[in-house]
């Protein structure tokens, strides 16, 4: 199936810990994204990624970090979790310019206690 | 800062009737797009419109932009129970898809069985 796969789907961990949440697509898309949606179904963007340029969202702490082996995957990892960080993780990927929808992994629910 | 706005926040109507979403937005857009999330899924990307259309079809789906006013609506005929979602608008910036898309804070809908 052609679609945006992201692993895992849950994650519980402790304040403190370092953690990842993989992404892949393999829709051959150019660009990848990063999403955080809180408990209250905001959405907000992360990280934007294509082979070319990394855009960070300057609110974004510099304990996530995106990590990009090829042009189909997008990491993210996490140092030093807070409490705050507890939220769903959506990846997302584009054909990169604009005028096409995105394809929206399903998410990756991240509690920390 | 968050781009768009949902209106209303919450919407409940019986099957078979129309559902109309309004979305405002701040700044110019390249395009603006609308998608669904059903309860703890990813978001499904549903209808695009770009900044020099007016108004767009698909299916039951019936999409407007209005530039000058800043705002878009979405509307959903014949509604099933199977169109209970959270709904968001997203807008496309001019940074040509690099920047990722801006969400609204959604509009929850319940389609009474």
């Known amino acids: 199936d052609t679609a945006v796969s992201q692993t895992p789907k849950y994650l519980v961990t402790q304040m403190g810990n370092d953690k990842s949440i993989k992404c892949e697509q393999n829709?051959?898309?150019?660009?990848m994204y990063w999403y955080k949606q809180d408990s209250k179904k905001f959405l907000k963007i992360m990280f934007s990624?294509?082979?070319?340029?990394?855009?960070i969202n300057e609110t974004v702490p510099n304990r996530f970090s995106p990590k990009s082996p090829d042009k189909a995957h997008l990491n993210l990892h996490i140092n030093s979790l807070e409490l705050g960080d507890s939220a769903v993780y959506f990846c997302?990927?584009?054909?990169?310019?604009?005028?096409?929808?995105?394809?929206f992994g399903s998410g990756t629910r991240l509690t920390v206690v | 800062s968050q781009q768009g706005e949902e209106d209303p926040q919450a919407l409940s109507i019986q099957e078979g009737e129309n559902a109309t979403m309004n979305c405002s937005y701040k700044?110019?857009?390249?395009?603006l797009q609308w998608y669904r999330q059903n309860s703890g899924r990813g978001l499904v990307h549903l209808i695009l419109?770009?900044?020099?259309?007016r108004e767009k079809h698909s299916g039951r789906l019936r999409v407007t932009l209005d530039t000058s006013k800043k705002s878009s609506s979405l509307l959903i005929t014949a509604s099933r129970a199977a169109d209970t979602a959270s709904y968001f608008c997203?807008?496309?910036?001019?940074?040509?898809?690099?920047?990722?898309?801006?969400f609204g804070k959604g509009t929850h809908l319940i389609i009474q069985p």
């Open positions: 990624y294509n082979n070319k340029e990394l855009i």
């Open positions: 997203a807008t496309d910036g001019l940074g040509g898809g690099a920047d990722g898309l801006t």
């Open positions: 997302a990927s584009s054909r990169g310019s604009s005028n096409y929808g995105y394809t």
């Open positions: 829709l051959g898309h150019d660009t």
């Open positions: 700044t110019s857009i390249n395009n």
């Open positions: 419109i770009r900044s020099n259309e």
